[in-house]
């Protein structure tokens, strides 16, 4: 089973950036999609973006312009590069992998790494 492990997170001022990675513990290229989401305090996870195999990417309206999702296939890693943040951008972000076998899709979480942006 694969681990992935997330960094990069901390405390930034409004405004500005932080650059997110995701270690996966083996190649990435068996997972059809990988995505970065975020759980806000007394909220739901919510899917932030996604990147495919081919390199198509998805992202939420509230990030659309701001982060960039990108993926290494080399180094088995995905990063989240997020600009100009908010003080609504404050969660735990989580990296998921996603994995078609058959008919089945299977997913896999890291730890967490916490973004915090003060108001």
């Known amino acids: 089973q694969v681990q992935l492990a997330e960094s990069g997170g901390g405390l930034v001022q409004p405004g500005g950036s932080l650059r997110l990675s995701c270690a996966a513990s083996?190649?990435?290229?068996?997972?059809?999609?990988m995505r970065w989401y975020r759980q806000a305090p007394g909220k739901q996870r919510e899917m932030v973006a996604s990147?495919?195999?081919?390199?198509?990417?998805i992202y939420a309206d509230s990030v659309k312009g701001r982060f960039t999702i990108s993926r290494d296939n080399a180094k088995n890693a995905v990063y989240l590069q997020m600009n100009s943040l908010k003080p609504e951008d404050t969660a735990v972000y989580y990296c998921?992998?996603?994995?078609?076998?058959?008919?089945?899709?299977?997913?896999?979480w890291g730890q967490g790494t916490k973004v915090t942006v003060p108001s």
């Open positions: 998921n992998a996603a994995q078609f076998v058959s008919t089945t899709w299977s997913h896999y």
């Open positions: 083996e190649s990435i290229n068996s997972f059809a999609v």
């Open positions: 990147i495919g195999s081919g390199g198509s990417t």
